[in-house]
């Protein structure tokens, strides 16, 4: 294999020393580690990823200031991170990943790895530095492991006992495997303005009686907002409008197959994708 760059170059602007990262986690990490252990388990550990209700989260930051309704808070910081997901999968490769996820707390990162014919979840969690980025705290963390990686990698001429000894930093039995495979979904190429004026959920519409949820819902909106029951006159325009949208991508319905995870940033042993908020099995 050809020696990834980015991996082993000291990034000095950030101020990486050379420590092992075993010193690394015990100073940073193990706080993450007895917070997970004092409270009701990893679940505990919200991601700040997803929006909190109607509040929107930089996806790539958890920034929640100027979001708006966008996903990201700047197009350089979604590609940030996209580059440090990048790097980090020069390793996750090296390590026979099936699986992997990111996310983070304000206060910690979490990335877990489930590598090809172990039965375990390897999940490395790591402090944040106030004030950076979670992406750069990412690099950080794929920076120490990468060189351990190879210094053992050196040492004992054995991409095995690198990787082996690189899993070994990280702790088993935070989550199950089936919270870091990434799920197939499918999500209708619809407006989303459109099925909440119906009250419409995916999911109805992507569902074997999709024609029928359809009308009925257009008909539980006509008798709330027809002008003859003292409805809006606008917004029952709107509701027509919205019905003949739907009934439209009836006649040919676009759907978009995604995979990824609610709130967590996934890898499926080819690419990362990013969280997806709510899901739809494609299976329904
Ligand atoms: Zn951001």
Redesign the pocket.
């Given at each position: 294999m050809e020696r990834p760059r980015n991996w082993s170059r000291p990034d000095r602007r950030q101020g990486c020393s050379t420590i092992s990262f075993q010193k690394i986690f015990s100073r940073y990490g193990v706080e993450a580690m007895n917070n997970m252990e004092s409270s009701n388990g990893p679940d505990s550990l919200v991601p700040v990823i997803p929006s909190h209700g109607r509040q929107f989260v930089?996806q790539?930051?958890?920034?929640t200031q100027n979001m708006g309704r966008r996903k990201?808070?700047?197009r350089a910081?979604?590609q940030r991170l996209v580059w440090r997901l990048e790097v980090a999968s020069n390793l996750l490769r090296a390590l026979h990943t099936r699986y992997a996820t990111f996310s983070f707390t304000p206060d910690t990162l979490i990335f877990h790895v489930v590598a090809s014919g172990s039965p375990h979840v390897y999940s490395y969690l790591w402090r944040r530095t106030p004030g950076r980025?979670p992406a750069d705290d990412l690099g950080a963390l794929v920076e120490q492991l990468g060189r351990q990686w190879w210094r053992e990698h050196e040492r004992r001429r054995s991409r095995h006992q690198a990787s082996k000894t690189v899993l070994e930093q990280a702790h088993t039995a935070v989550v199950s495997p089936g919270q870091v495979r990434p799920l197939d979904s499918a999500s209708p190429k619809v407006s989303g303005k459109h099925l909440s004026i119906l009250k419409l959920s995916k999911a109805e519409i992507l569902g074997t009686d999709a024609r029928e949820a359809v009308k009925s819902a257009y008909r539980r909106q006509v008798m709330t907002h027809h002008p003859d029951h003292n409805g809006d006159a606008a917004l029952f325009r709107k509701v027509h409008e919205a019905y003949e949208e739907m009934k439209e991508w009836l006649e040919n319905p676009v759907i978009r197959n995604q995979r990824g995870l609610p709130d967590k940033w996934s890898y499926d042993g080819r690419k990362w994708a990013p969280p997806m908020n709510s899901p739809t099995p494609r299976k329904i």
């Open positions: 930089c790539a930051c958890g920034a990201y808070c700047s910081c979604r980025k």
